[in-house]
């Protein structure tokens, strides 16, 4: 599991350059191919919403849920009975 200090940063000078209306953060780079990270409080209003916009680390892109349907999905993948070889 990767922490946020070893997610990718973007420096302020290329944050103009590479973040748009159609990437909203930094995190968000990997949201076409699947890679991202949810973030989990983008969604959350006021002092308790995503503090740090552009340069989170994290997708700004993913619906709401999706951080809980992908925890939901890994863990049925660790729990499934693996096939016999």
Not at 4 to 10: A, G, I
Not at 12 to 28: F, K, N, V
Request: a positive charge; one cysteine or more.
């Amino acid at each position: 599991r990767q922490q946020p200090s070893q997610l990718p940063q973007l420096k302020p000078s290329d944050e103009s350059a590479q973040l748009g209306p159609e990437i909203p953060s930094a995190g968000s780079l990997g949201h076409s191919s699947g890679t991202c990270k949810p973030c989990a409080f983008f969604f959350k209003e006021g002092e308790h919403g995503c503090i740090n916009g552009a340069n989170c680390a994290f997708c700004h892109l993913c619906e709401l849920g999706e951080k809980k349907r992908r925890k939901k999905a890994n863990k049925a993948k660790r729990i499934a009975p693996q096939p016999l070889q």
